[in-house]
């Protein structure tokens, strides 16, 4: 059990560090099973966004020298979820779920994308220390 384990958190790891091939992988296979193009980039915006926020959190706690990455990430998504659930509030009059979600998922994808661009330009040009 123990090196089923390590082998899904290595492939983690790797789809993490370039999330560009999950995207394009999910893309692609998506896009050749239904045909449409729009809900293929939809789903593997969707999916990506789970190897982003664990990139971006791991170099958000290297570059701080913190272990505060992924609950910045979480508090930053709850934030933006809760300003466009008072604005879903104040024009339907209730706030819809499933669209607050999706939004603040789609949202991240964004968001995390220029943070992981940033982050690794960062990394490229000032390196970290590597500890441990």
């Given at each position: 059990?123990?090196?089923?384990?390590?082998?899904?958190?290595?492939?983690?790891?790797?789809?993490?560090?370039?999330?560009?091939?999950?995207?394009?992988?999910?893309?692609?296979?998506?896009?050749?099973?239904?045909?449409?193009?729009?809900?293929?980039?939809?789903?593997?915006?969707?999916?990506?966004?789970?190897?982003?926020?664990?990139?971006?959190?791991?170099?958000?706690?290297?570059?701080?020298?913190?272990?505060?990455?992924?609950?910045?990430?979480?508090l930053i998504m709850l934030l933006i979820?809760?300003?466009?659930?008072?604005?879903?509030?104040?024009?339907?009059?209730?706030?819809?779920?499933?669209?607050?979600?999706?939004?603040?998922?789609?949202?991240?994808?964004?968001?995390?994308?220029?943070?992981?661009?940033?982050?690794?330009?960062?990394?490229?040009?000032?390196?970290?220390?590597?500890?441990?």
């Amino acid at each position: 059990m123990g090196s089923i384990w390590n082998a899904l958190v290595q492939s983690y790891a790797f789809l993490a560090t370039v999330p560009i091939i999950p995207f394009f992988l999910i893309y692609f296979v998506s896009a050749a099973r239904g045909g449409d193009r729009k809900r293929a980039i939809r789903l593997a915006m969707d999916v990506t966004v789970v190897f982003l926020f664990g990139i971006v959190a791991s170099r958000l706690n290297l570059r701080l020298h913190t272990s505060f990455g992924p609950f910045f990430l979480i508090l930053i998504m709850l934030l933006i979820g809760g300003l466009i659930g008072n604005a879903q509030n104040r024009i339907k009059g209730k706030v819809d779920s499933k669209k607050l979600f999706r939004a603040v998922w789609r949202l991240s994808f964004f968001g995390l994308s220029v943070l992981y661009i940033i982050l690794m330009l960062l990394e490229l040009i000032f390196p970290t220390a590597k500890s441990g």
